[in-house]
Nanobody, 126 residues
Framework: QEALVESGGGSVQAGGSLRLSCQAS?????MAWFRQTPGKEREGVAA????????YYHNSVQGRFTISYDRDRTTLYLEMNSLKPEDTGRYYC??????????????????????WGQGTQVTVSI
């Protein structure tokens, strides 16, 4: 495992934007953002297969969030626009060691990732 360090969380009004960053110490083949709210399971929000930049999104954020990866900086980003109160939660950066391509239905599965950051809080108010 390795340390993944998130930043960029905060409080914003509905309709606003935030950009999350996740600094990794080395390149990883799959990286993703998950979010969790109290009493709920941690769910995959967006993922990227970094070698060919294939991206995956949860239906609830499709068209509003954009995941990207800077290989030179080994930094993962999540651009979040048109934020809604239901986007509130703690956002975690995750990374997967294995290089093989995952079927789409597994790209946002928590069990496929083996390194996790400490999370950054995002709060969206009405």
């Amino acid at each position: 495992q390795e340390a993944l360090v998130e930043s960029g969380g905060g409080s914003v009004q509905a309709g606003g934007s935030l950009r999350l960053s996740c600094q990794a110490s080395r390149h990883r083949w799959y990286m993703a953002w998950f979010r969790q709210t109290p009493g709920k399971e941690r769910e995959g929000v967006a993922a990227i297969y970094t070698s060919i930049r294939t991206t995956y999104y949860h239906n609830s954020v499709q068209g509003r969030f954009t995941i990207s990866y800077d290989r030179d900086r080994t930094t993962l980003y999540l651009e979040m626009n048109s934020l809604k109160p239901e986007d509130t939660g703690r956002y975690y950066c995750a990374a997967r060691e294995a290089a093989e391509f995952l079927p789409t239905e597994f790209a946002l599965a928590r069990s496929k990732y083996d390194s996790w950051g400490q999370g950054t809080q995002v709060t969206v108010s009405i």
